[in-house]
């Protein structure tokens, strides 16, 4: 079974830009969750979905969105661009929300 | 709202040692709780879990926790340490509510030497 994966795995940008990340969960996992991993801060978590609703919401700003398709597979976007959105951002299945946590590698996001 | 705290942020160990890695949460009710391990250049890896039943639970690679309800403490050990088990180890832990969401330690980089 392949595990999650996420595109692309690295990303430049500059301040003011928007970005959208992807992210494909295991095949039959319906729950994607966002974390945000910086050498500060740690793994903060951005966003839960599960069926195409968003069930749960981090303390981020309103310029960090995200949705699921009906494919379960997620996006999330981050709009105008800040040099501390430099991260890496891990997207992570599982078959319902309670279960088991599956994470994918990745994407760096580097903000000049 | 939740926390977690992981006492040390690096340790350092030679092959064969024993490790003990600290973890306590700040949550009054009923918890998940979850140890994940991060090999250089790997993505995040689930080394045990604790949902109910017994305490002291055993995972992958001779990892084992202890859950301490009294003490709100999920502490990894290992009695016998690789080079291989360099990583970061973060200890994470996910309420009673009902969601997925994952309140994870600052992590603690082990570095073992040969």
């Known amino acids: 079974k392949a595990g999650v994966t996420q595109t692309p795995r690295y990303l430049i940008k500059t301040r003011g830009q928007q970005v959208t990340l992807s992210c494909s969960p295991i095949?039959?996992?319906?729950?994607v969750s966002w974390y945000q991993q910086t050498p500060g801060q740690g793994l903060q978590f951005l966003f839960e979905?599960?069926?195409?609703?968003?069930?749960n919401k981090g303390n981020f700003p309103g310029r960090f969105s995200g949705r699921q398709f009906s494919n379960s597979r997620s996006e999330m976007n981050v709009s105008t661009l800040e040099l501390g959105d430099s991260a890496l951002y891990l997207c992570?299945?599982?078959?319902?929300?309670?279960?088991?946590?599956?994470f994918g590698p990745g994407t760096r996001l580097t903000v000049l | 709202a939740q926390s977690v705290s992981q006492h040390n942020h690096h340790v350092i160990l030679s092959e064969a040692a024993s490790l003990e890695l600290g973890c306590n949460y700040s949550?009054?009710?009923?918890?998940?709780l979850f140890w994940y391990v991060q090999y250089p250049g790997q993505h995040l890896q689930l080394l045990l879990k604790?949902?109910?039943?017994?305490?002291l639970v055993k995972g992958i690679k001779g990892f084992e926790a202890e859950f301490i309800k009294s003490k709100f403490s999920f502490n990894l050990r290992k009695p016998s340490v690789q080079w291989s088990d360099t990583a970061e180890y973060f200890c994470?832990?996910?309420?009673?509510?009902?969601?997925?969401?994952?309140?994870f330690g600052k992590g603690t980089m082990l570095l073992v030497s040969p």
């Open positions: 979905y599960f069926s195409e609703t968003q069930r």
């Open positions: 095949s039959g996992h319906r729950s």
């Open positions: 604790y949902f109910s039943g017994d305490p």
């Open positions: 994470a832990v996910n309420d009673d509510s009902g969601y997925s969401t994952l309140t």
């Open positions: 949550y009054g009710g009923t918890v998940n």
């Open positions: 992570a299945s599982s078959s319902l929300p309670t279960d088991e946590q599956f």
